[in-house]
């Protein structure tokens, strides 16, 4: 969304807001604020044209932002969705590639040893010699010092044995780093897959909120958003019988992978275990026509890193088949035929057009650093949200009329005045609601209808004391002065309290709760606003043209 789009509406209307308070605070003219608080009216209705849906021409665009108020999941209809990030996977995973670093590092500095990854979250480093002691704990305090290093015993090691493990620190930033990458993954995800007004939010330390409302394909969607998209590219082995590695087990060095074969069966592959590439030097991805046989693939771009990677790859191994390798399946297999610079390759695998867009928006977004597991999931329908509307519609109607009415057969005149400032309360906080692009929910109306009864308590006190003043022989002048003074302690103190609720359930609250949060906070405001500052407006401008001389309350 266009941050200038979002705020230029709402800056207009707090200017001409705090214009109003400066002219009331300052005992400006009664007739300015009247022409102000016209002014405000205008702004707000203005604002809220694009709600209607309705077409607006382009400069009203560019003047006013095309910004509106959103329908949310339990008024639109869609799919909810509570995702875990397994954060001890993304640990493991960022183990195995410590452990890859350190088998580098001692072959680097020639020291002879063995590294090995456990499930406990450990680096096993079983050196060969006593004579490199001193060369690794050196290695260790200079390249691996988010590590501790610790002395450990294995009877069947010639040499010196050693766990390593992170510093409790390093290990809450990996799995901070873990989840902010897996919101920022499912978001991109999201975002290219076409779907409007969601809602991705991070819940408690290890859960992901989904909301899509008015998705049509929520399996779909789950598949795209749950899929962990490790890319891999490792050799396949052609040099043993992959049903004979079935039967007794993958080799030393070797793994059994599967994919789809030709006639859509499942394909075993005996693969080489070290991954040559992976997928974080993937730049972009696109889906590309392929043969009328074969169906779309998908083309994919790598950075100069890959490319060079990639070039050195298929240069070292002409003849050989390489397997692309998708969260441990395999897309496809073809044989190196020659040389391949440049950085670009290609996956073909007998895609759908659907199937072959998804799996280039994984690309393009990138791996998720661990799986997400779905903890709880909803649909809404459509129809449900047409019926959650009509209910939502109905509650406000019957409540704003009863109070309507009530005011003003009860207070008669003044009544009417209030029911001008919780009209114009209402209307502004729809307005700023339509200004930041906020989202209407069924928590939302009921924020709405409670910021309704709010502002009735305001105006009930302003007019009691206006009502007790008349009857202790005060002037209409003296009684609308002593009305609204007297009863500011009071409209302030429970405003104050309601404010504070409000902000309590935003920081803590979750989903609709905040939705609802946000709604009674701003109703508070423009509350407060209407029934202190605009009505008083009214009184003040008969006073100043001695127009006043009897109060209908």
């Excluded at 501790?148 to 010196?160: A, H, K």
């Excluded at 026509?289 to 240069?315: C, H, K, Q, S, W």
């Amino acid at each position: 969304m266009d941050q200038t789009q979002s705020f230029g509406p709402i800056l207009i209307l707090l200017v001409l807001i705090v214009s109003f308070l400066y002219m009331h605070f300052t005992n400006g003219s009664g007739l300015t604020r009247i022409y102000l608080a016209g002014a405000i009216v205008l702004a707000a209705i203005l604002i809220l044209l694009p709600s209607l849906n309705i077409d607006l021409p382009d400069w009203f665009k560019a003047g006013f932002g095309s910004t509106k108020i959103q329908l949310g999941l339990d008024l639109q209809g869609g799919t909810h969705l509570l995702m875990a990030v397994k954060l001890d996977d993304a640990v493991k995973t960022q183990l195995r590639r410590r452990a890859d670093d350190f088998k580098k590092e001692l072959k680097d500095n020639k020291i002879d040893g063995d590294v090995a990854a456990d499930d406990s979250g450990n680096l096993t480093v079983k050196l060969k010699s006593s004579a490199d002691r001193t060369a690794f704990l050196d290695l260790a305090q200079k390249s691996f010092s988010d590590m501790t290093v610790s002395s450990n015993t294995d009877s069947s090691s010639p040499g010196p044995v050693y766990s390593l493990a992170y510093k409790p620190q390093e290990l809450q930033t990996i799995r901070s780093n873990a989840m902010d990458q897996a919101l920022e993954t499912i978001r991109n995800r999201i975002d290219q897959l076409g779907v409007r007004e969601t809602t991705v939010a991070k819940e408690g330390d290890n859960e992901i909120l989904v909301q899509l409302p008015g998705i049509q394909d929520p399996e779909r969607a789950k598949e795209l958003i749950g899929k962990t998209a490790v890319l891999e590219f490792k050799l396949v082995d052609d040099t043993k019988n992959v049903q004979d590695a079935i039967k007794d087990g993958p080799p030393a060095g070797d793994e059994i992978l599967y994919g789809t074969s030709e006639t859509g069966s499942r394909e075993p592959y005996l693969v080489e275990s070290p991954v040559l590439m992976t997928g974080d030097v993937v730049t972009d991805a696109r889906v590309r026509p392929g043969a009328r046989l074969e169906g779309p693939y998908v083309a994919v771009e790598l950075d100069n890193r890959g490319a060079d990677i990639f070039d050195a790859m298929t240069a070292e191994n002409v003849g050989r088949r390489l397997a692309i390798v998708l969260d441990n399946t395999v897309y496809s297999a073809p044989v190196i035929k020659e040389r391949i610079p440049g950085g670009h390759v290609q996956i073909t695998g007998r895609f759908s057009m659907d199937e072959a867009h998804d799996l280039a928006i994984v690309l393009r977004s990138g791996a998720l650093p661990a799986p997400v597991e779905i903890e709880e999931e909803r649909t809404v329908g459509p129809s449900l949200g047409r019926d959650s509307i009509h209910q939502g519609e109905l509650s406000f109607v019957i409540g704003a009329g009863a109070v309507l009415i009530f005011m003003a057969v009860y207070y008669s005149g003044a009544g009417l005045l209030a029911d001008f400032g919780l009209s114009l309360n209402i209307l502004l906080l729809i307005c700023v609601m339509a200004a930041l692009g906020a989202t209407l929910t069924l928590p939302g109306i009921a924020g709405i209808v409670l910021t309704l009864g709010m502002s009735v308590d305001a105006n009930v006190l302003v007019n009691e004391r206006m009502r007790e003043e008349l009857r202790n022989g005060k002037s209409p002048r003296e009684a609308v002065k002593l009305g609204y003074e007297r009863a500011w302690s009071a409209i302030r103190d429970s405003n104050i309290s309601t404010f504070a609720a409000g902000l309590i359930l935003f920081q803590f609250g979750t989903g609709p709760v905040k939705g609802f949060a946000v709604t009674l906070c701003v109703g508070v405001l423009t509350g407060l606003f209407s029934c202190i500052v605009v009505t008083r407006a009214w009184y003040d401008y008969r006073i100043s043209i001695r127009k006043l001389t009897r109060i209908s309350v």
